[in-house]
C-alpha cells in the first residue's frame, strides 16, 4: 500500500521561498515517478513539476519552471519541492502524487496515488 505524505506548506511573503516535503511509504518507488500538483480555490487541479525517482530526471510547469525544484532523497524515501520566487498566484494546496512506472504525465488522472495535500499560502 502506497502512503503519501506532504508537509512544509504555510504562509509566506511574496518573493519567499518554502520547501515542500513528500513522505513516501510502501513498496520500492524506483520504477515510479513523483508529482506535484496544485489547486487553488474554484480552479481545477493543475501539474507543477515531476520526476522519475530513479533517474531523478524531472519536468516542469511554465509557471513553475526557473522558480521550483523537484528533488528526492533515497535514503528518506522523501521527495521535496523547493520553491522559490513566489508570488500571490502560487497560493494553493499542494498535492504529491505517484504513477507507477509508464511515461511521464503531467494530467491528474494518469496518478494513481495522493497525498492529503498541504497548504500554502502566498501574501502579496
Known amino acids: 500500500q502506497v502512503q503519501l505524505v506532504e508537509s512544509g506548506g504555510g504562509l509566506v511573503q511574496a518573493g519567499g521561498s518554502l520547501r515542500l516535503s513528500c513522505a513516501a511509504s510502501?513498496?520500492?518507488?524506483?520504477?515510479?515517478?513523483m508529482g506535484w500538483f496544485r489547486q487553488a480555490p474554484g480552479k481545477e487541479r493543475e501539474f507543477v513539476a515531476a520526476m522519475r525517482w530513479s533517474s531523478g530526471n524531472a519536468f516542469y510547469s511554465d509557471s513553475a519552471k526557473g522558480r521550483f525544484t523537484i528533488s528526492r532523497d533515497n535514503a528518506k524515501n522523501t521527495v521535496y519541492l523547493q520553491m522559490n520566487s513566489l508570488k500571490a498566484e502560487d497560493t494553493a494546496v499542494y498535492y504529491c502524487?505517484?504513477?507507477?512506472?509508464?511515461?511521464?504525465?503531467?494530467?491528474?488522472?494518469?496518478?494513481?496515488?495522493w497525498g492529503q495535500g498541504t497548504q500554502v499560502t502566498v501574501s502579496s
Open positions: 510502501g513498496p520500492s518507488f524506483s520504477t515510479y515517478h
Open positions: 502524487a505517484a504513477k507507477y512506472t509508464g511515461a511521464y504525465s503531467s494530467r491528474s488522472y494518469d496518478y494513481n496515488y
